[in-house]
C-alpha cells in the first residue's frame, strides 16, 4: 500500500483537572512539522524487472569485513521487482562463484545522495537464524565495496571516519526486536550507538512496517512505523559526530556475519526482504 508523500505532524498538550478538561497550548509545540517529498522509490513494474537502474546500482562480490557468508549479485534470481509495487531480495541457499549463498545489496551512489531530513522504507523482513536485513547509509565519500580488514580502498575517508547511518537492521531469529545504530570514529564495528526497539502484538516478518529517520544538524531520531522510539545526539558519541554531510541509501540482506551469527538447521531458504518503497523528504 502506498502512503501519503505529506507528513503533518501535530503536537498538542492536555491538561485534565478535577472539574473538567482544560487545553493548553505553547507556540512552539503546536506548530506543523511538514515534510516534502524529494525522492522516492515505490518500486512499481513488472514481475522479475530489475529496479530503476537511475535510482539504484549494485555491490557485487564478498567483501565488506563482517564475516559475510553470501555472495552478492546483480540478478533478477537476487533482486527484482514481484509485480505488485514491491522490491524482492532474495537471500539463496546455493553454490554461486564460490559461495554457498548468494543475496543482493542495492544503492543509490552515485545516483543520489542526501543530507539531513526524513528517510523511510516500508519493508517485510526475511525470517530464520543467520538472516541479516538492513536499510542503512554510508557517508559519500566512503568507498562501496571494503577490504576484508574494513578499509575503504577509493574513498577519501576511510569507514567509519565517513559515517554509517543504520536505519534499521535486525536479526532473523528475533523477530520482534529491531535496531538502530551510527557508526563513527571511535564507536564503530561491534560498538556502535544503538537503540532497540521491541515491537508488541506483531512481528517484522510477517507484516510490513515503516522504519525511519529524522536527521538534523546534531541528532538523529528513529522511528517505527511513525513513533519514535529513540534518538542520538553528538552529545552521546565519544569520538567526532561526522553526520553532516551527503549519504547514499543501501538496502541489502546478508547471511551470516558477527551481528547474526549462522545460518543453522531451522534456517528456511529462500528468506525474502520485501520493500514497498522508500522515501525521502525535506523539512518545508
Given at each position: 500500500?502506498k502512503?501519503n508523500?505529506?507528513?503533518?505532524?501535530?503536537?498538542?498538550?492536555s491538561?485534565?483537572?478535577f472539574?473538567?478538561?482544560?487545553a493548553?497550548?505553547?507556540?512552539?509545540?503546536?506548530?506543523?512539522?511538514?515534510?516534502?517529498l524529494?525522492?522516492?522509490d515505490d518500486f512499481?513494474?513488472p514481475?522479475?524487472?530489475s529496479?530503476d537502474?537511475?535510482?539504484?546500482?549494485y555491490n557485487?562480490?564478498?567483501a565488506w569485513g563482517?564475516n559475510?557468508l553470501?555472495?552478492t549479485t546483480?540478478?533478477?534470481?537476487?533482486?527484482?521487482?514481484d509485480?505488485?509495487g514491491?522490491?524482492?531480495i532474495?537471500?539463496?541457499?546455493?553454490n554461486?562463484?564460490?559461495a554457498n549463498?548468494?543475496?543482493?545489496?542495492i544503492?543509490t551512489?552515485?545516483?543520489?545522495e542526501?543530507?539531513?531530513?526524513?528517510?523511510?522504507?516500508?519493508?517485510?523482513m526475511?525470517?530464520?537464524?543467520g538472516?541479516?536485513?538492513?536499510?542503512w547509509?554510508?557517508?559519500?565519500e566512503?568507498?562501496p565495496i571494503?577490504n576484508n580488514?574494513?578499509?575503504c580502498?577509493?574513498?577519501t575517508?576511510d569507514?567509519?571516519?565517513c559515517g554509517?547511518?543504520?536505519?534499521?537492521?535486525?536479526?532473523g531469529?528475533?523477530?520482534?526486536?529491531?535496531h538502530?545504530s551510527i557508526?563513527?570514529p571511535?564507536?564503530?564495528?561491534?560498538?556502535p550507538i544503538?537503540?532497540?526497539?521491541?515491537i508488541?502484538?506483531s512481528?517484522?516478518d510477517t507484516?510490513y512496517?515503516v522504519?525511519?529517520?529524522?536527521w538534523?544538524?546534531?541528532?538523529?531520531?528513529?522511528?517505527?512505523?511513525g513513533?519514535k522510539?529513540q534518538g542520538i545526539s553528538s552529545?552521546?558519541?565519544?569520538g567526532e559526530w561526522?553526520?553532516?554531510?551527503?549519504f547514499y541509501?543501501?538496502l541489502?540482506v546478508?547471511?551470516?556475519?558477527?551481528?547474526?551469527?549462522n545460518p543453522?538447521?531451522s534456517?528456511?531458504?529462500?528468506q525474502?526482504?520485501?520493500?514497498?518503497?522508500?522515501?525521502?523528504?525535506?523539512?518545508e
Open positions: 500500500m502512503e508523500i505529506l507528513y503533518t505532524f501535530r503536537i498538542s498538550c491538561l485534565i483537572l472539574l473538567g478538561l482544560w493548553c497550548s505553547d507556540s512552539s509545540d503546536n506548530e506543523d512539522m511538514q515534510w516534502e524529494v525522492w522516492e512499481e513494474g514481475q522479475g524487472q529496479p537502474a537511475s535510482n539504484w546500482g557485487v562480490g564478498t563482517n559475510q553470501e555472495y546483480d540478478r533478477p534470481e537476487n533482486v527484482s521487482l509485480g505488485e514491491n522490491l524482492s532474495i537471500a539463496r541457499q546455493e554461486y562463484l564460490g549463498y548468494n543475496s543482493a545489496r544503492t551512489q552515485g545516483k543520489f542526501t543530507k539531513y531530513g526524513r528517510i523511510e522504507a516500508r519493508i517485510k526475511p525470517f530464520g537464524a538472516i541479516w536485513p538492513a536499510f547509509m554510508l557517508g559519500t566512503c568507498d571494503l580488514d574494513g578499509s580502498c577509493n574513498g575517508d569507514w567509519p571516519d554509517e547511518i543504520d536505519i534499521v537492521e535486525l536479526r531469529q528475533e523477530q520482534t526486536k529491531m538502530g557508526h563513527g571511535g564507536y564503530s564495528g561491534g560498538s544503538t537503540r532497540t526497539y521491541s508488541t502484538n512481528r517484522f507484516e512496517h522504519f525511519s529517520i529524522e538534523k544538524e546534531n541528532n538523529i531520531d528513529f522511528f517505527v512505523d513513533k522510539y552529545d552521546d558519541v565519544p561526522v553526520f553532516n554531510d551527503d541509501l543501501i541489502n546478508a547471511v551470516g556475519g558477527f551481528f547474526a551469527g543453522n538447521s534456517t528456511v531458504f529462500p525474502t526482504m520485501s520493500v514497498d518503497y522508500v522515501r525521502v523528504y525535506k523539512a
